[in-house]
């Protein structure tokens, strides 16, 4: 009887090949209509804005909505129908609602509060930029008093930076902007597309809150697709890995955002609270460019600080060094007090690894970037670090990362790493000797 053509080793080599094949040209088709596939990519992204905006909104609400449903609600319903309260029905839709009003409320007494102090901030600095930069030039002359010749040279050079850059605000900018709009066409067509741009935005925001609430509402029926999808596709042991891999980085992402916003307004309100105590100007302002710029890691301190101290040295040059200290010590109290009681152990990669996410997504994504370029190394981080692990438990060898700190060799029955001679710490000593299995 022949073999059939499916179990055929030569049948197997020639799908190999012709897949290869034809992934090979496709990506080569793919490479020459490049433009056209972005442009495709951007029309699909477009039309499934709104339901990016479902998912993210969706997955912000969750841990409130879980609060609200089953720590508030369910009690409630259960002693009021003297019986156990099914997942979903009336609990789900109150929370859900809930959760909608405190975000909406919450954004609202957010943007009542800053905006108005912002606006009036930056409007009473660019009023007074002229004040400002006179007191901040006869404030450098005043430390040059004792050198006549080195002051003059100082004076020069701030008076003459001082007048371009008030010839630039006058001949240029102002007149810019004056331009902009005193040009009726170029208004009209600025307005209605911003106008446009504005309605999309906020009709894609209204569909994404629809489209949230009926995620929150079904989230368990698509979980458990998700789940049957999972274990039909790859079986139990890798959907099991898999879905501690996605329980992590939600761990990670969730508990690192929520823990750096938390940190982030104490340091705000710390530095408001400082900032009127030493009589500084623009404390408001000043506070919440500080705790904004610190929800962004290792670099947001010195994003905030410097442009307040360039404000403040401008308005009352004396008060710029106090006002580093200040800065300074909040930041220690921040780093080594504040943060580690609020994050944990959210963040516990190497600080090249935290620079590297910070640079790298800050360069590709901006501000967002830098935001969330951390929780997304650590989930990285984590992944390596269990393949690294399952790698070593299959050659049989030790997985305590402490252990290869002093390593010298691999001791071939033991598994374990033998440390150095003369270099071996005590705790690394310890942790071989209760070990040696």
């Known amino acids: ?61 969750l841990p409130m909505t879980r609060t609200f449903e089953y720590d508030l609600l369910a009690p409630i319903f259960r002693k009021a129908t003297k019986r156990e309260v099914p997942k979903g029905g009336a609990p789900r839709v109150i929370a859900i609602a809930m959760a909608l009003v405190v975000a909406c409320v919450m954004i609202f007494i957010l943007f009542r509060l800053l905006l108005p102090t912002v606006y009036e901030s930056i409007q009473s600095i660019f009023v007074n930029y002229s004040t400002y930069l006179n007191n901040t030039v006869d404030f450098i002359n005043g430390l040059f008093e004792d050198y006549p010749e080195l002051g003059k040279e100082v004076e020069s050079w701030t008076r003459s930076m001082s007048a371009e850059l008030e010839s630039w605000i006058r001949e240029r900018l102002l007149p810019g902007i004056g331009g902009l709009l005193s040009d009726v066409t170029g208004m009209l067509v600025n307005l209605t597309s911003g106008v446009y741009k504005v309605l999309q935005f906020v009709l894609n925001i209204f569909i994404g809150v629809v489209i949230s609430c009926y995620v929150l509402y079904n989230r368990d ?25 996605i329980r992590f980085a939600d761990d990670a992402f969730m508990g690192f955002l929520i823990g750096k916003i938390i940190d982030s307004t104490i340091i705000g309100i710390l530095t408001y609270i400082c900032c009127e105590i030493l009589d500084m100007p623009y404390p408001a302002f000043i506070a919440i460019i500080v705790g904004v710029t610190n929800i962004i890691p290792i670099f947001g301190p010195f994003i905030g600080a410097i442009p307040c101290a360039i404000i403040i040295l401008m308005v009352s ?49 901006g501000v967002g970037g830098m935001i969330i370029g951390v929780p997304l190394v650590v989930v990285l981080s984590a992944g390596v670090d269990a393949l690294i692990n399952l790698g070593l438990k299959k050659r049989g060898l030790c997985t305590e990362a402490a252990l ?34």
């Not at 972005?38 to 993210?56: A, D």
């Not at 390593?407 to 209760?434: I, R, S, Y």
Request: hydrophobic share 50%; glycine share 10%.
């Open 317 to 365: 040059p004396v008060k710029c060094l106090p006002f580093m200290v200040m800065i300074f010590l909040i930041q220690q109290i921040d780093g080594n007090i504040i943060g580690p009681k609020i994050l944990g152990n959210s963040v516990g990669i190497n600080g090249f690894w935290i620079m590297f996410a910070i640079i790298v997504m800050g360069d590709l994504f």
């Open 404 to 437: 290869y700190l002093d390593m010298d060799h691999m001791d071939e029955t033991t598994g374990f790493p033998v440390p150095k001679v003369g270099e071996t710490d005590g705790n690394n000593a310890n942790k071989l000797t209760e070990s040696g299995e």
């Open 221 to 245: 029926r698509f979980a458990a697709t998700w789940k049957r999808i999972l274990y039909a596709v790859f079986g139990i042991h890798r959907s099991e890995f898999i879905q501690r891999i």
């Open 1 to 61: 009887m022949k073999p059939k053509l499916k179990n055929s080793p030569y049948f197997h080599i020639g799908m190999t090949a012709f897949s290869v094949l034809s992934g090979c040209i496709l990506f080569y088709v793919l490479l020459q209509h490049l433009n056209v596939v972005l442009y495709g990519l951007g029309v699909i992204t477009k039309i499934l804005n709104p339901f990016l905006w479902g998912f993210v909104i969706s997955y912000l609400l």
